[in-house]
């Protein structure tokens, strides 16, 4: 999760709150926290338009300046400094500073076939994993980023995966 989208959920957490207390809140606030809802979304799924970062941030500050001088008014001060924590926190949390998500979308993935993809380590060698695959009567494809592909009947993957979980809980 990102910081962005952390951030609009402590603003969304807010407003919710303020209207829970029967303020009203203004449309152009709300149709901007949607608006940067999707920019997150749009960052989501598409990491390398960086102005939509930009946006969802400016969105994201106009509505906490309103949000948080509302909360002072209708809270009080008192509340008010602790939502301005909780958005700190949430800005800068060590959750959002993890690398991005990889892509989800592995191009050369066979179709029409049940497949898995296992990290090779310690606990699951390369050798392992590829006698166990023929055993299976599965196919075993090592990629270049240390994970092997294993594909072929549903029955016969579930069947690999069970034996690679019985191995990995045998070996602790």
Do not use: N, Q
């Not at 920019?39 to 941030?57: D, H």
């Amino acid at each position: 999760m990102s910081s962005l989208e952390l951030r609009w959920r402590a603003l969304s957490d807010l407003l919710t709150e303020l209207r829970a207390k029967g303020v009203e809140i203004p449309p152009h606030v709300v149709r901007d926290l949607r608006s940067a809802r999707s920019l997150i979304e749009t960052l989501r799924i598409s990491p390398e338009c960086g102005e939509a970062a930009g946006m969802a941030e400016e969105l994201l500050l106009s509505i906490e300046a309103y949000l948080l001088a509302e909360a002072e008014v209708r809270l009080g001060p008192a509340k008010a400094e602790e939502w301005a924590r909780r958005l700190s926190e949430a800005a800068l949390s060590l959750e959002a500073i993890r690398p991005a998500e990889e892509m989800r979308f592995r191009p050369g993935l066979p179709r029409g076939e049940h497949w898995m993809r296992v990290k090779i380590s310690d606990e699951l060698p390369r050798e392992l994993l590829e006698r166990l695959a023929e055993e299976e009567g599965v196919s075993a494809r090592v990629e270049p980023d240390g994970f092997i592909l294993i594909s072929g009947d549903k029955e016969r993957v579930k069947a690999l995966a069970k034996r690679l979980a019985e191995h990995v809980r045998g070996a602790r």
